[in-house]
Structure formats: structure tokens, C-alpha cells
């Protein structure tokens, strides 16, 4: 079992819609949890940072932890054509460790 | 302007030829790290390094070579490349410890084709 699970997708949505990605993973010990985008030929860039349980809001962008089922979440609203990239979702066991485990990335287009 | 840099972006290349994907960050990070991103399986860590001198095993390193003689530097050597090492490669880099959020920064990564 992968340690991270995510849909590959690809998905595509209207502009403005509201988005949902999501991830899964196994190991309860994880306590650090990260939303990455990658634009086409680039790197990936890192979108959110939450720690343990909760949510974490920053603009359009809302990042959501629940330990208990141990799933991800990544809401996109009033998504824009520019939102166009590969979403990775990826963990950390803790900080320091700097071991980051992702998911394999939903590739998700915004249609204008 | 904070950055990693890798080069070359784009190579190439036949079976058994040795080749070194260079790395370079300026931000004085301590940690660096390589990944391979492949489709389907996302990335996937190869080799780490926690500072000068001190680098380990990912959990994808068969095949891959590394090295740390600078801070800023860290290299990915294969000595006999083959199909199998077809992939996106990544280096990344950040601080380590402190109290707050230490994203990795990532290069925009070399694609290798190995024939």
C-alpha cells in the first residue's frame, strides 16, 4: 500500500467552479501535510503547509486535515484558467526529518 | 533571486554512458535532495543529503550516485545510465528543524532519456 494516495485524475472543471482534491494516506504518524502545485515543465512549488488537524485558509486556497480518517483535502474557489497545474499532495513524518512522501499528483485543467 | 538550479534541463543519451546531473542552490540550505517523478508514481526520493559530506539512501537509489563536497552543490551521477533511468529527475533543497513551515525548494528539472 502506498504510504500517500491521490487520484491521477485528470480532472476538468468550468471556470469558477469550486475544486476538491483529496489524498489519503497510512501512517498515523504523519503530522505535517503539504499541497504542492507544478505547472507544466517546472518544479513543484509549495501552495500550503498544515499541521496536524483543522483547516488552513490563504485566499481562494483552503488546505484540510483530518487525522482521524487520515485525509487531505485542497479547495479551490472560484477556480481561474490560471489554476491550471498538477496538484501533489505530500506528507511529513516530522519537522526536521524533512523526508516528504507525495501522492502521485491529479492533474487538473480549468476550462475558461 | 532564491533559486535551485540544475542542468542540464534536457539530455539524451545511450545506455552505459556515464552522465552527472549537476544541482546548485543559493540559499545556504542544508538539506538537498533528488527526486524521479514518473507517471503514474509520482516522486519518489533517490538520494538525500542533511549537510557537507552526509548523504543517505531514498527509497529509490539503485543505479544513482551522489555526492556533497559543498554546501551548494549535489550532483546525481549515473555511472551506467540505462532505459529504466528514463525519467524526470528534481533536486530540492531547504533548512532544516526550526519551529515553523521549511518548504523544500525545487529546481524546474532535467529530463533524461536514455536509450
Known amino acids: 500500500q502506498k504510504e500517500v494516495e491521490q487520484d491521477p485524475g485528470p480532472l476538468s472543471v468550468p471556470e469558477g467552479a469550486i475544486v476538491s482534491l483529496n489524498c489519503t494516506y497510512s501512517n498515523s504518524a504523519f503530522q505535517y501535510f503539504m499541497w504542492y502545485r507544478q505547472y507544466s515543465r517546472k518544479g513543484p512549488e509549495l501552495l500550503m503547509y498544515?499541521?496536524?488537524?483543522g483547516n488552513k485558509e490563504d485566499g481562494r486556497f483552503t488546505a484540510q486535515v483530518d487525522k482521524s480518517s487520515k485525509y487531505i483535502s485542497l479547495f479551490i474557489r472560484d477556480s481561474q484558467p490560471s489554476d491550471s497545474a498538477t496538484y501533489l499532495c505530500?506528507?511529513?513524518?516530522?519537522?526536521?526529518?524533512?523526508?516528504?512522501?507525495f501522492g502521485q499528483g491529479t492533474r487538473l485543467t480549468i476550462n475558461p | 533571486e532564491a533559486q535551485v538550479t540544475q542542468n542540464p534541463r534536457y539530455l539524451i543519451t545511450v545506455t552505459g554512458k556515464k552522465l552527472t546531473v549537476t544541482c546548485s542552490q543559493n540559499m545556504n540550505h542544508e538539506y538537498m535532495s533528488w527526486y524521479r517523478q514518473d507517471p503514474g508514481l509520482g516522486l519518489r526520493q533517490i538520494y538525500y543529503?542533511?549537510?557537507?559530506?552526509?548523504?543517505d539512501k531514498g527509497d529509490v537509489p539503485e543505479g544513482y550516485k551522489v555526492s556533497r563536497k559543498e554546501k551548494r552543490n549535489f550532483p546525481l551521477i549515473l555511472e551506467s545510465p540505462s532505459p529504466n533511468q528514463t525519467s524526470l529527475y528534481f533536486c530540492?533543497?531547504?533548512?532544516?528543524?526550526?519551529?515553523?513551515?521549511?518548504?523544500?525548494?525545487f529546481g524546474d528539472g532535467t529530463r533524461l532519456s536514455i536509450l
Open positions: 543529503s542533511m549537510n557537507v559530506e552526509v548523504t
Open positions: 498544515t499541521y496536524s488537524s
Open positions: 505530500s506528507t511529513l513524518g516530522r519537522q526536521g526529518a524533512q523526508k516528504l512522501v
Open positions: 530540492a533543497s531547504s533548512q532544516i528543524g526550526g519551529g515553523s513551515n521549511q518548504p523544500q525548494h
